[in-house]
């Protein structure tokens, strides 16, 4: 059995424990708390050891919830791309923005723009459901940027125009229009 980092006693058994992280807000701070975390629980003095990947997914859940509440902050979003597992750098390349960008956001220099907590939710609940899909199609919009000297065209043809031609086409045939 092992021993408790805190008492050194080999008291430790599966259980589970509360994580809580603290947050400043628009005003004053928010609490984040998630319940029935997997833990290691000393039974001698009560201490809780939570694993890295447990820790993790509860860091995420409280991303998303607080971001969910509408928490919004320079040091939430730096906890939530560091709980990402994301640089500063990759997530800039992601927004298609400059790691300076990233960083005026988690400094609170600069608020984001409200389409960026979306995204960065969407990387959360991505994470938390084993997902890559918002990555992906955000590294594909990045990947996709055309060149200037690029043209694409297209031919604009409406259903209700084809339908209204059609309609005129069936009118001058019983008319006799069409000669």
Not at 11 to 21: D, F, M, Y
Request: glycine fraction near 8%.
């Amino acid at each position: 059995m092992k021993r408790c980092p805190s008492c050194g006693k080999p008291n430790l058994a599966k259980g589970t424990t509360t994580v809580e992280r603290t947050f400043p807000a628009q005003r004053g701070k928010v609490r984040a708390v998630v319940e029935r975390v997997p833990a290691m629980v000393c039974r001698g003095c009560g201490e809780s050891i939570v694993s890295g990947e447990d820790l993790g997914r509860s860091e995420l859940i409280a991303s998303r919830k607080l971001i969910d509440a509408g928490a919004r902050s320079g040091v939430l979003l730096s906890w939530t791309r560091r709980s990402l597992g994301l640089l500063a750098t990759e997530l800039a390349a992601l927004l298609g923005v400059t790691a300076e960008t990233i960083s005026r956001w988690e400094n609170d220099r600069v608020s984001p723009e409200p389409a960026v907590w979306n995204v960065i939710a969407d990387l959360v609940d991505d994470r938390l459901e084993g997902r890559t899909r918002t990555q992906d199609r955000l590294r594909m919009a990045t990947a996709r940027k055309l060149p200037a000297a690029s043209l694409v065209t297209a031919r604009f043809e409406p259903a209700m125009a084809r339908a209204a031609q059609s309609r005129m086409s069936d009118q001058l045939l019983r008319e006799g229009g069409y000669r």
